[in-house]
C-alpha cells in the first residue's frame, strides 16, 4: 500500500509539472495528451509483443491499440495486464498452495481408481489428475438438477438441516426474491448457533448493496468478498473474476454448476422467461475437495492465503470423513489465473480426445481456443457424433457474434449445432460416450479457461451421466438444428460483423 501512495504522488508530481510546462508553451493540451497515448500505446504494443501470448490475443490488442488507441489504453489497462502481475499480487506461493491442499484433501483421498470404472474412464481420470485436477473420490452420490427451481429448493432444504457451518460463494447473488429467501434462512441458522460464511465476486454481486448485507453481519455471518472492484488493487484484480458456485452444508453435501442466485434463474425475467440451467448435489468423499476450493478462495479473500491460520479448518466438522453408497465416482477440477497451465481447458481437451462416439457440449458462450477448435473438427471428420448446444437468445450480442464467426469450419466439418429456442441455454455440460460427463462453472471460452477462478465436476460411469444424456435429448428436441446450406447463405454483413467479434474475442 505504501508503495502505491508514493506511485501515485509520483505521477501527481510529473502531472504538475508537465501542465505548468504546457501552460507556458505554445503546444496545446489537445496535442500533448495525444502525443501522450500514443506513445502509451506503443510501450503497451511492445510489451504485449515480448510477453509472447497467442497470436490470436497479440493481434486483437494491436489491431486496439492502432484504431483506437485511447480507449485502447484504459482498456489494456483494466483488462489487458499479463495474469503474472496477478500472482505477484496474490502472494499466493506454489509450495503454500501445494502444501494447504494436502492438508485439506490429499490425507483424506485414497489415490486408487474404483475397480467399477471401466478402462477408458480409469485411464482418463489418471491423466486429468496429472494435469493438476484433483484426486479420484468414490463413494460419492451426484443428483443431477434441472433448471432453478428444483436447485433451489434442494439448496434451501438442505440449509434448513444445517448443523454445524454454512458455506456459500456465488459469482453473481442478486437481492431480489430467490435471494433474499436464501438470505434469510442464513440468518436464521446463524441465530441457532450454525457457523455461516458468505463470499461473494464483488464485480458480478456488485448491486448487492449494505442493506441486505447488514442484516446479515448483525446476525454473526461472515460476509466477505473477493477482490474488491473499489480498492487499491483494482487495475490488477478487476479482469480475473471469481466464478465459481459453491455451497457446502457440514462437510457433507456440496452444491456446484451453471446456476448463481437470481429471479432470471427461475424463469421471472422479461427477457428470458424459460431459463435452461442444470446443477449438482454432491454427497460423500468428494466434498473434500469442494471444501478445500472454497476454503482456498475463502482464506485468500479474507486476508490473505499466507496471513490467516488453516488451523480452525482442521476439525473434523469441516472434513467429517462422509461416505455415500454410489456408482461410479467424481473428480472436482479447479483452474484460474494464478495456475501455471489451463487446468479445466486441459481436463476438457483430455476428455473429448478420449471419446469414441460422441462428444456432446452445452454452453451459452462458445469462443474456443484454436486447439479446442481443432479438435472438435477433427473429432466430427474422423466421424464421431460432435453436438454443440447453444442458447437461442443470447445475453451478449459481442459474445453471440464472436461464437457464430466459429460455426461455419464446424458445420463443415460435420459438428451438428443447435440453437435452443425456447430461452436462454445456460448449462456448462461435456458428455463423452455416454460414459463420462462434466457439469460446472466454467464455459466454453477463453475467459473461463484462462482468465476466471472456474470449476467443474467429472462424473464417471454413474446414473447421472444417464440423467445428463437424457436431459440433451429432450434439450435436442427442443431445440433448432444450424444446417450448413442455411449458415453459409447469410449476409455479407452479418460476416463481416461476425469477423469483427472473432477478431476481438481473445479479450472478452
Same mark, same amino acid.
Given at each position: 500500500?505504501?508503495?502505491?501512495?508514493?506511485?501515485?504522488?509520483?505521477?501527481?508530481?510529473v502531472?504538475?509539472?508537465?501542465?505548468?510546462?504546457?501552460?507556458?508553451?505554445?503546444?496545446?493540451?489537445?496535442t500533448?495528451?495525444?502525443v501522450?497515448?500514443?506513445?502509451?500505446a506503443?510501450?503497451?504494443?511492445?510489451v504485449?509483443?515480448?510477453?509472447?501470448?497467442?497470436?490470436?490475443?497479440?493481434?486483437?490488442?494491436?489491431l486496439?491499440l492502432?484504431?483506437?488507441?485511447?480507449?485502447?489504453?484504459?482498456?489494456?489497462?483494466?483488462f489487458g495486464?499479463?495474469?503474472?502481475?496477478?500472482?505477484k499480487?496474490?502472494?499466493r506461493?506454489?509450495?503454500?498452495?501445494?502444501?494447504?491442499?494436502?492438508i485439506?484433501?490429499g490425507?483424506?483421498?485414497k489415490?486408487?481408481?474404483?475397480?467399477?470404472?471401466?478402462?477408458?474412464s480409469?485411464?482418463?481420470?489418471?491423466i486429468i489428475?496429472?494435469?493438476?485436477?484433483?484426486?479420484i473420490?468414490d463413494?460419492?452420490?451426484?443428483?443431477?438438477?434441472?433448471?432453478g427451481?428444483?436447485?433451489?429448493?434442494e439448496?434451501l432444504?438442505?440449509?434448513?438441516?444445517?448443523?454445524?457451518?454454512i458455506h456459500?460463494?456465488?459469482y453473481i447473488?442478486?437481492?431480489?426474491?430467490?435471494g433474499?429467501?436464501i438470505?434469510d434462512?442464513?440468518?436464521?441458522?446463524?441465530k441457532?448457533?450454525?457457523?455461516?460464511r458468505?463470499l461473494f465476486d464483488?464485480?458480478?454481486?456488485?448491486p448487492?448493496?449494505?442493506?441486505?448485507?447488514q442484516?446479515?453481519?448483525d446476525a454473526?455471518?461472515e460476509?466477505?468478498?473477493?477482490?474488491?472492484?473499489?480498492?487499491?488493487?483494482?487495475?490488477?484484480?478487476?479482469?480475473?473474476r471469481?466464478?465459481?458456485k459453491?455451497?457446502?452444508?457440514?462437510?457433507k453435501?456440496g452444491?456446484?454448476?451453471g446456476?448463481?442466485?437470481?429471479?432470471?434463474?427461475?424463469g421471472?425475467?422479461k427477457?428470458y422467461?424459460?431459463?435452461?440451467?442444470?446443477?449438482?448435489k454432491?454427497?460423500? @468423499?468428494?466434498?473434500?475437495k469442494?471444501?478445500? %476450493?472454497f &476454503?482456498? #478462495?475463502w482464506l485468500?479473500?479474507?486476508? $490473505?492465503?499466507? /496471513?490467516?491460520?488453516?488451523?480452525?479448518?482442521?476439525?473434523?466438522?469441516y472434513?467429517?470423513?462422509s461416505?455415500?453408497?454410489a456408482e461410479?465416482?467424481?473428480?472436482?477440477?479447479?483452474?484460474?489465473?494464478?495456475?501455471?497451465?489451463?487446468?479445466?481447458?486441459?481436463a476438457?481437451?483430455?476428455?473429448m480426445?478420449?471419446a469414441?462416439?460422441s462428444?456432446?457440449?452445452?454452453?451459452?458462450?462458445f469462443i474456443?481456443?484454436?486447439e479446442?477448435l481443432?479438435?472438435l473438427?477433427?473429432?466430427?471428420?474422423?466421424?464421431?457424433?460432435?453436438?454443440?448446444?447453444?442458447?437461442?437468445i443470447?445475453?451478449?450480442?459481442?459474445?453471440?457474434?464472436?461464437?457464430q464467426?466459429?460455426?461455419?469450419?464446424?458445420?463443415?466439418?460435420?459438428v451438428s449445432i443447435?440453437r435452443? @429456442?425456447?430461452?436462454?441455454?445456460?448449462?456448462? %455440460?461435456? &458428455?463423452? #460416450?455416454?460414459?463420462?460427463a462434466?457439469? $460446472?462453472?466454467? /464455459?466454453?471460452?477463453?475467459?473461463?479457461?484462462?482468465?476466471?477462478?472456474?470449476?467443474?465436476?467429472?462424473?464417471?460411469?454413474?446414473q447421472?451421466v444417464?440423467?445428463?444424456?437424457?436431459?440433451?435429448?429432450?434439450?435436442?428436441n427442443?431445440?433448432?438444428?444450424?444446417?450448413?446450406e442455411?449458415?453459409?447463405?447469410?449476409?455479407?454483413?452479418?460476416?463481416?460483423?461476425?469477423?469483427?467479434?472473432?477478431l476481438?474475442?481473445?479479450?472478452?
Open positions: 500500500m505504501k508503495n502505491r501512495v508514493l506511485q501515485l504522488l509520483f505521477v501527481i508530481s502531472s504538475t509539472i508537465l501542465l505548468m510546462l504546457l501552460n507556458r508553451s505554445s503546444i496545446s493540451l489537445y500533448f495528451a495525444g501522450v497515448f500514443f506513445t502509451t506503443v510501450g503497451i504494443a511492445f504485449i509483443f515480448i510477453e509472447n501470448r497467442s497470436p490470436q490475443s497479440t493481434l486483437a490488442w494491436f486496439v492502432a484504431i483506437l488507441p485511447i480507449f485502447g489504453v484504459f482498456l489494456y489497462l483494466l495486464r499479463s495474469k503474472w502481475r496477478r500472482i499480487h496474490l502472494h506461493s506454489e509450495e503454500q498452495r501445494k502444501l494447504f491442499r494436502e485439506l484433501e490425507k483424506r483421498l489415490q486408487e481408481i474404483p475397480p467399477s470404472l471401466t478402462e477408458q480409469a485411464h482418463l481420470t489418471t489428475q496429472k494435469f493438476g485436477g484433483g484426486p473420490a463413494e460419492t452420490r451426484a443428483k443431477l438438477l434441472t433448471n427451481e428444483e436447485t433451489f429448493t439448496i432444504s438442505s440449509i434448513q438441516e444445517a448443523k454445524h457451518h456459500i460463494q456465488y447473488y442478486r437481492a431480489d426474491e430467490i433474499t429467501k438470505r434462512a442464513l440468518i436464521e441458522k446463524a441457532e448457533g450454525v457457523i455461516v458468505f464483488d464485480l458480478g454481486s456488485y448487492l448493496r449494505s442493506t441486505f448485507l442484516p446479515m453481519k454473526g455471518i460476509v466477505v468478498e473477493f477482490d474488491p472492484i473499489l480498492s487499491p488493487w483494482l487495475i490488477e484484480t478487476v479482469n480475473y471469481n466464478h465459481r459453491i455451497v457446502i452444508i457440514d462437510g453435501i452444491f456446484t454448476g446456476l448463481n442466485v437470481g429471479d432470471e434463474y427461475l421471472r425475467s427477457k422467461p424459460i431459463w435452461r440451467d442444470s446443477h449438482l454432491l454427497e460423500g @468423499k468428494a466434498l473434500y469442494l471444501q478445500a %476450493i &476454503l482456498e #478462495d485468500y479473500a479474507r486476508s $490473505g492465503l499466507n /496471513n490467516y491460520s488453516w488451523e480452525p479448518f482442521m476439525m473434523k466438522e472434513f467429517p470423513g461416505t455415500a453408497q461410479g465416482a467424481v473428480q472436482i477440477v479447479a483452474s484460474g489465473p494464478s495456475a501455471n497451465d489451463k487446468t479445466i481447458r486441459n476438457l481437451l483430455a476428455a480426445t478420449s469414441k462416439r462428444i456432446w457440449i452445452a454452453t451459452p458462450y474456443p481456443d484454436q479446442t481443432t479438435l473438427r477433427l473429432s466430427a471428420i474422423a466421424g464421431i457424433d460432435v453436438r454443440i448446444l447453444y442458447p437461442g443470447s445475453d451478449s450480442v459481442i459474445s453471440d457474434q464472436a461464437s464467426s466459429y460455426f461455419a469450419p464446424l458445420l463443415e466439418a460435420g443447435y435452443y @429456442k425456447d430461452g436462454f441455454m445456460h448449462a456448462k %455440460i461435456v &458428455l463423452i #460416450d455416454d460414459e463420462v462434466t457439469i $460446472g462453472t466454467a /464455459n466454453m471460452d477463453i475467459r473461463s479457461f484462462e482468465l476466471n477462478y472456474e470449476l467443474i465436476a467429472m462424473l464417471y460411469n454413474s447421472t444417464l440423467d445428463i444424456k437424457r436431459d440433451f435429448e429432450q434439450d435436442f427442443d431445440s433448432t438444428e444450424i444446417r450448413w442455411v449458415f453459409q447463405r447469410r449476409s455479407l454483413r452479418k460476416r463481416m460483423l461476425e469477423s469483427l467479434m472473432r476481438i474475442s481473445p479479450l472478452l
